[in-house]
């Protein structure tokens, strides 16, 4: 009873923060059925490592035990990569199971650890000493984590509004490399209520990403094109019109899905081809659009040549049209019927090129 209560004590603001993270999950319609299994997961684990961390402290209390500390031990800093890397595998677009495989390895040498000392060792004196490999469990999670945000960041729309909570988990996680340092061995107690913060601040805000993105491609959708073009009007120098080429085709012919994975490779195209100042939109079926903020235009045309280039490397194409604003006195409306132009004057060169009857796309 005593341990209940003192585990209790050092984890109940870990477990408030775990029940309203399952309790948010419970009542969420706008994620994939398989991220909410995933972060179901996750939360399990987390909950399951507070246990681990606690058993091992209030042994080392008691003394002795030694090998059911080491175990313990091994136990945690095996969880720890896998965590990380299961949230890798949650949160990324795409991310494969075999980014789990380094845990394992990691793993491999903890629990061999336990009979060599090569990671760590329990003393005579009931201290933990660190082996040869001491500082593995620390480049294991360094590495995971830079891994985790450099590929969020990557996939992200290079704006404020993804880059800055994508940020605040490098923060999170970039403290179990530091503080251990600072505080100890005591870190230990804290580390898993700082993953859980961390998890429950980012899964908020994929929430409200969700009211400006759209479902199928991650891209901003029609209502965020709406927000921004009238937030940032005046930093907007110039605008990109795209429409997919052959999209009916590729329905009729193979298939939704086959056009959804169209749509979604083009997306990651243009995400590619983008930088932090470009907003890319997309506004219902095939069509696309870039807002351009403080563009010079010879970046517009390094822009577009990069999104022609990024397509050419995929078996899709689209049709470009693009317009610089050099006369604030126009309306931004005005622009986007110029580029909206240009973009179906470059579709008819398409179709009359490749002797598609459009009438059939």
Known sequence: MAAFTSYMTFNWVLI?????????????????KKIIRRLYILIGAVFALSIIVFIEFYLAELGGYNVARSIMIAIRYSVTP??????LFTLVHKMRWYILIPAAIFAIFYIVSIFTGIVFSISDAGEMVRGPLGYLPYIAVGLYSVALVYILIRQSNKTATDIIPILFL????GSGLVLPFIMGKEYSKIFCPTIAVALFVYYVFLILQLTKKDALTGLFNRQAFYSYTKAKHKDV?????????GLKAINDNEGHIAGDNALISLSECFIKASKNKHLVFRLGGDEFFILCLKTSEEELKQLVQRIKDTVGETKYSCSIGYCYID????????????SDKMMYEDKARYYQKTGID???E
């Open 237 to 245: 120098t110039a605008v990109i019109s795209i429409d997919m080429n």
């Open 170 to 173: 490098a923060f999170a996680f």
């Open 82 to 87: 896998f965590i990380i890397a299961f949230i």
């Open 327 to 338: 006369d604030q006195n126009k309306s931004l409306e005005e622009y986007t019927k110029l």
């Open 358 to 360: 459009r009438r059939k």
């Open 16 to 32: 408030l923060i775990l029940l309203a993270f399952v309790i948010v999950l419970k009542i969420t319609v706008f994620l994939d």
